[in-house]
Structure formats: structure tokens, C-alpha cells
């Protein structure tokens, strides 16, 4: 009789038949090399998926033939996929390294993983980690196939990171872009340099896609990148209460730690690319020029440069030109960003500072006369 969580599961001796130990290459079968492994490990408890439990008690005879004490064993329902197939790769990342790539949180990953197939009697579904110890039992956990969700996983981990202390937040941060760019002054060759990117940032592979896959030019991508990690670290140091104050407009909206460089990347590149979509939404209409012009106007004018004051100016203009706040506020922000959504536009204006916002307003104004 073998342990099933709760419930026994018992096997007739003659259903095993005369089963196969050694290949016919010399090399052990799994079962044998399974029983010798563990048994060597003095391994006593066995968790693991019920797909094993038909090999459970022809290793148990093994342990018996051996002289070894058997461990106990439990056997869980499969995780599979939202497609009900047994989860593989092309469901989600299969190794803990990958989701630490990813930008996921170890404790959010555990909680998580805990929540498959078992639950508690009220749905709790944040633990705290001694609290989870306490609370989890092999016994609650269900008879049927728990599904994978990788989006249940991002939002949770989103909702991890917002519970974040700032301060903490802002040093993981920190912490990773430090390790990002001194990684990347290891490569020797831009050949290397593409590769190790590829494989590292998956948003490269659409760089890839657009630019073409030649060494030259994603070396050159690569350069960039690094230029605006070195931007980032001289502003880790010299200017920190900035760079919290970037953390403070991201955190609500980010659901991984790769997300930061996503949200955030336009306060470090002076030069970003303008998304075509944002161009020819906010920016292609007769009034943006003239609108813009007679926002820098009154930018360089207001005192004091806050939220208040910018969001005042920005309103009131709206009245004169009798445009909606929207017509006002989209060409600003993409102007700004480069992108039609983010932080909030004045909190954001006020962290770039008067003089950046000036400047960024006349490199659009320059585009758009050059088109």
C-alpha cells in the first residue's frame, strides 16, 4: 500500500510483471537508478506528481530486493497549462533562474506555486512566510489538476512589488542595473555582446526584428543601452532623491522588475525614439505646433515649476485655445515620453525639471518641422 496524501493506493504484486532494471546499452532504467539514487541520499519523504504513481510500487519491491527502507510517498495532481496540456515551455518559463531573469520576486513565485491546487478554507491568497509554514498541509491540497496562469503570477508579483518599502525598492533597482552594466562591460566583441543581449532582454528580439540582425548594428543598440545604464548609476549617486522619486511614479504601475526599465527608460535617454503610433495619434494635427510653442512659452515663464502650477498652466491654455484638457495634455506627454501612456504627466515633468522639459518640447517641435 502506498501513501496518496489522505488516502492509501494498493497494488497487486502480479500486476508489476517481470519488469526491466538494466537497458539493453548496460545503463540503468529509471526506476533502478531512482531507487539507488535516493537510497544513496537517505532520502525519506517523496513528493511528487501522480503521473509517478505506477512506478512507485515496482520501486518499492526494488527497495524490499535491496535491503533499503522505502521513503514515504506522496503523489500531487499534475500542473498543466491553460490548455489543459501538461505544462512545457512554450507555457512558461520552466526553471526558477528564468523567473529571476524575468524580474519576479522569490517570495511572490513561492506563494504562488503554494496556491496550486491547494487553498485554505477562506481563499487567503498573500502569505507571509512563517505564516504559509504554519497553514500549508499536504492533506488540503486538491484531487484534481491545478492550472498555471502566468498572468494570476505577474499580477501577484505586481502586487508584491506595490507592498515593496520604497527605499528597498529603489536598491533592488539599483542593484540591478549595477549588475546589468557590469555584465555588459565584460563582453569582449560585439558579436558576443548581441547574443548575450538576445538572450537576456526578450524586448531586443523585436529590435532584431526592425533593425535587422547584424553584429554592427546591435552592437550599436547595445552601446546605447549601456550609455543609459551609466547615466542611470552617475544619477544613483549624485542625484538619489530623483531616482526615488522616479521609483515613487513607477511602482504603482509595474508588475515586474523588468517593468521599471520599460516605465522609466525615457528619463535616462535624452534622444528616445518617438513611438510612431503616439506621432501620428497626438502629434499630427495642424494645432500641435502652435500649441507646443505657446506651452514652452508659459513653461519658461511659470514659478514655481510644481505639479499644481504646471497642471494650471497646462488647463487654462486648453480654455484659450478651446481645445479639450485631452488635446492639451496627450501632445505634452508624448513630447515628453515619447509614448502615449505612463506616470502621471506633471509629476513626471517635474522630476525631467524645467530645463529638460524645455529642451524635450523643442526636439519635438524640430521633428515635427522636419517630417
Sequence with gaps: QIPYLSRRESFANKMMGDFIILK???????????????????????????????NTPRQILLYKALS?????????PMILGRDGAKLSKRHAATSVSSYREKGYLPWALVNYLALLGWSTA?????????????????????????????????WMNGEYIRRMNRRDLTDKWRRDVEYEYAAAQKLSTPVTLTKTAL??????????????????RMAEIIRVEQEKRANMLRQFRDKPNKMAEIIRLVQPR???????????????DESF????????????????????????KRVEQLSPFREETLEDMARNLSKDFSLTTGQVFHPLRVSLTGKMKGPGLFELAVVLGKKEVLRRIDRTLEMLENA
Design 24 to 54: 539493453s546499452n548496460k545503463t540503468p532504467a529509471f526506476n533502478f537508478a531512482n531507487v539507488i539514487d535516493d537510497a544513496l541520499m537517505r532520502i525519506t519523504c517523496v513528493i511528487r506528481g501522480d503521473d509517478h504513481l505506477s
Design 68 to 76: 533499503f527502507e522505502n521513503p514515504q510517498y506522496a503523489h500531487i
Design 122 to 154: 477562506d481563499s487567503q491568497q498573500f502569505f507571509e512566510k512563517e505564516e504559509l509554514i504554519e497553514k500549508f498541509s499536504l492533506e488540503k491540497i486538491g484531487k484534481s489538476a491545478a492550472i498555471f496562469d502566468s498572468q494570476k503570477l505577474e
Design 199 to 216: 538572450l537576456k532582454e526578450e524586448r531586443r528580439v523585436n529590435m532584431v526584428k526592425e533593425f535587422g540582425s547584424t553584429s554592427n
Design 254 to 268: 509595474i508588475k515586474t522588475f523588468l517593468d521599471i526599465r520599460e516605465e522609466a527608460d525615457f528619463f535616462f
Design 273 to 296: 525614439n518617438y513611438d510612431s503610433a503616439a506621432v501620428d495619434k497626438r502629434l499630427k494635427k495642424d494645432y500641435v505646433p502652435s500649441l507646443l510653442k505657446e506651452i514652452r
